[in-house]
């Protein structure tokens, strides 16, 4: 890597040192290049709207951002071995081209809330995409409900047999799940969209700073208003992102190791397609549910990188510490495994099927003394009697006539039970939390299509 940086104090740093310092950051930033960018644009707007930039050299920094726009998301722009970080490609890529005007981008910031920009405008395009990956999950497992309203099996606690259930409760439960994480991005969006610029280092800039232009360029709904909050907001932020990622996560992991049972020799409940399992180097008759093991353990990874990121930012003095750069990683991980259990269950969903054969048949017995109390008390026996009837009568061995399924059903006809689940209801959930994700993303995408053609 070359000695020379923007900002080292020596005119020649020791290069282990920045080799160390730098770590894995250039792979990293690489993400952000594009987002650096924009978020210079940005800046850029702030800049002559507080009449920091002549008109001159406003057009001439409009001009190059824009080039160097085209360039990153050509592959033109790239980080290299001579660049400490995005910021750095960027600034030299203008300067070789801008000389002393590119000197002039800089302006008014610091890397501290540059990089804070561009991670907030990642987020937003990320957890976009996220909310609608999660939606169309919720959407497949609704579906698989409405495929299977009568097809029962048993219910469980303590994987014990309990009461009767069905796959359509099951899998609307999953889907109400996901909702209920899904409706609660609007609390962490309003985190996202307060715009960083002109927080600096953490403490402002004593320059005429319009920071509500620059917010507004970039389509964020506000500055973050106290300068210092800025700072001591990282890591808080990113463990805030992973913690919903988490809440998706444990819903997928769950729903993951559901598939892993009732498709099990032993349940024999769902089928899971041949061309979605794995086979064994030993054994011939296996169909391994790998795909469904491996959402389980990238879920309780996930979790690992959030971890990751409450330990970096804990016990940390208020300001920049340079302990933030290793926020990255497992920022993006995580993000990149939620997207990956999400994209992957709602392949897998749809192709599932169940042996409705099976399923009904694990419902003789026992699993169906609870509905037999029930008979007896709607015939006017007391609970308790009814139970200790009931009780007793299993210990003797008799044998209660199984209902029909449609009796089971309509025994069950409370609000979101198996007789009554209510998914009309549930979509209208789901077309709520999509419509507010595609106005937020029209927002986000018109906003930076105006800095972008701005004139």
Known sequence: MSRNTLWSPAARPNADMLAYTVGDDR???????TWDVLGSLGHVAGLRAARLLGPGDYRSL????RDALKAAQSGKLTIGVQHE???????????RRLGAVGERLHTGRSRNDQIACDL??????????????????????????????????????????????????WAAAFAEGLLDTLESLPALWARVDRCPLGSAAG????????????????????PDHNVASVQNGRGKLEAA??????????????????????????????????????????????????????????????????VSVL?????????????????????????????????????????????????????????????????????GTPFRSAYRDVAQALR????????????????????????????????????VVRRRSAAARRHFTAALDRLVRRA
């Open 241 to 306: 992102v992973l913690g919903w990622c988490a809440e998706l996560g444990h819903e997928v992991a769950k729903l993951a190791a559901d598939e892993i049972a009732y498709s099990s020799e032993e349940y024999g409940y769902l089928v899971l397609p041949p061309d979605l399992a794995t086979g064994s180097s030993l054994m011939p008759h296996k169909k391994n549910p790998d795909l469904f093991e491996l959402t389980r353990a990238r879920a309780a990874a996930l979790d690992g990188d959030l």
């Open 120 to 169: 907030r405008l990642y987020l937003k395009d990320a957890l976009l995409g996220l909310h609608d990956e999660a939606a169309g999950l919720a959407a497949a497992v609704i579906a698989f409900a409405a495929r299977h309203l009568d097809a029962l099996w048993p219910g469980y606690t303590h994987q014990r047999r309990a009461m009767p259930s069905s796959a359509a409760l």
């Open 62 to 65: 409009r001009r190059g951002l």
């Open 203 to 222: 403490y402002g800039v004593p320059l005429p700073l319009r920071r509500e232009a620059a917010a507004r360029s970039l389509g964020f709904a506000a």
């Open 311 to 379: 330990q970096l930012k804990s016990k940390l003095g208020s300001g920049y510490h340079r302990d933030f750069q290793l926020l990255k990683e497992p920022l993006f991980r995580g993000l990149d495994r939620t997207r990956e259990m999400l994209a992957m269950m709602a392949l897998a969903v749809p192709r599932l099927t169940v042996d409705r054969a099976r399923a009904v048949q694990a419902l003789q017995g026992d699993a169906l003394a609870t509905d037999e109390v029930a008979r007896r008390v709607a015939a």
């Open 85 to 95: 970080d995005a910021h750095s490609a960027v600034e030299f890529w203008l300067t």
């Open 396 to 431: 003797d061995g008799v044998r209660f006539p199984s209902p029909t399924t449609a009796q089971l059903a309509a025994r069950r006809r409370s609000t979101g039970g198996v007789g009554n689940l209510g998914l009309p209801a549930v979509r209208a959930r789901l077309a």
């Open 27 to 33: 792979r990293w930033d690489a993400r952000l290049l």
